[in-house]
């Protein structure tokens, strides 16, 4: 089993920032993209960055040279870089690992985190 926890959400002002990380735990031998999505009352859920496993990455366009993804291999963690945040990014944040495979010969899988609450305030 794997498990994905969020931290680094809160209360900002707009203009601030805040940084988001993900940590993925558990049987993991690989993970192919990390990404980051966000839903806000209302609305439906929607990717907000994505990073490949050899780093390539894609934003959408309402964050693009706001926001940058990262992650460390290593740890199994992909961070969300957030600055001159607005209130229209005001959402609960979530953390999707994909292409998880417990083993080398094992079947994938996708894990979702729990959410972590981004509020932005004018």
């Known amino acids: 089993q794997v498990q994905l926890v969020e931290s680094g959400g809160g209360l900002v002002q707009a203009g601030g920032s805040l940084r988001l990380s993900c940590a993925a735990s558990?049987?993991?031998?690989?993970?192919?993209?990390m990404a980051w999505y966000r839903q806000a009352p209302g609305r439906q859920r929607e990717l907000v960055a994505i990073i490949t496993s050899g780093g390539s990455t894609n934003y959408a366009d309402s964050v693009k040279g706001r926001f940058t993804i990262s992650r460390d291999n290593a740890k199994n963690t992909v961070y969300l870089q957030m600055n001159s945040l607005k209130p229209e990014d005001t959402a609960v944040y979530y953390c999707?690992?994909?292409?998880?495979?417990?083993?080398?010969?094992?079947?994938?899988?996708?894990?979702w985190g729990q959410g972590t609450q981004v509020t932005v305030s004018s």
């Open positions: 558990g049987s993991i031998f690989s993970i192919n993209a």
């Open positions: 999707n690992a994909d292409g998880v495979r417990p083993t080398i010969v094992a079947s994938s899988r996708s894990y």
